[in-house]
């Protein structure tokens, strides 16, 4: 069984200023792992995923996330963010051979003018 | 190619009354899963469907809940006599086989409000 913790429920950043939102799993098998943003009274889309190779990913809207298996972490960072980042942001992972998403309970990236 | 698609997008319901919520999947994709997001928290898997099949539904409360996937139309997830407690997110993805790679492709969800 997986399980999957975002340490933070909130993030308040002020715009152009980086962000790093944490994530850490735990599993007894090999994961995939995912990050997800949810716009206000949207579904979900995905930022970036990994699934084998470099571990440094990088995704949409400027967002990189790197795997760190030895601390069983998957952060995501933003060198720069923008208002228009203002949304809720999941954490995810599938182990291997399995089917079940496991999300975190979620981090609100709020981003201040 | 259209994405995974939900309908209703919002669905009002007084307690005690049925719940339906349709999910088609990319063209393609014969699996399906669905996902709940209560208030404030993550989703949580509900149950995975193959056509005409139900391969998982662990995450299904054992009573009111059901789902089906059938050869013809959308996946249906089915509430009976809700209660205000049922009020969330509901959320379905579709992946052509049943690969682990499959998160990309969620639906936009119904939101279900019972009062």
């Known amino acids: 069984a997986q399980s999957v913790t975002q340490l933070d429920s909130q993030v308040p950043v002020f715009e152009e200023a980086p962000v790093e939102l944490r994530c850490n799993y735990s599993s007894s098998v090999s994961v995939y792992l995912f990050w997800y943003v949810q716009y206000p009274n949207q579904g979900l889309q995905l930022l970036l995923k990994y699934l084998s190779g470099s571990t440094l990913v990088k995704g ?5 996330a790197e795997f760190n298996k030895s601390q069983t972490s998957f952060h995501l960072r933003k060198p720069s ?4 980042d203002t949304a809720e942001y999941f954490c995810a992972v599938i182990g291997t051979g399995g089917f079940k998403t496991i999300f975190g309970a979620g981090t609100r990236l709020f981003v201040k003018a | 190619n259209a994405g995974v698609m939900q309908n209703p997008r919002h669905l009002v319901r007084r307690r005690g009354q049925e719940a339906r919520l349709r999910c088609s999947p990319m063209k393609g994709h014969s699996h399906v899963y669905w996902y709940r997001q209560l208030p404030e ?3 949580k898997f509900m149950v995975y469907l193959q056509k005409e099949n139900i ?5 299904m409360p054992k ?3 059901s789902a089906e996937f059938p050869k ?9 006599q809700v209660v205000r407690g049922d009020s969330a997110a509901y959320f379905c993805a579709s992946s052509p086989t049943g690969t682990t790679v499959m998160s990309e492709y969620f639906g936009p969800g119904t939101r279900l409000t019972v009062t």
């Open chain 2, 63 to 65: 009573e009111r809940f």
């Open chain 2, 41 to 43: 928290e993550g989703l």
């Open chain 2, 72 to 80: 013809e139309g959308p996946s249906i997830l089915r509430i009976q």
């Open chain 2, 55 to 59: 391969i998982d539904e662990s995450g």
């Open chain 1, 60 to 64: 949409i809207n400027g967002f990189e």
């Open chain 1, 81 to 84: 963010v923008h208002i228009s």
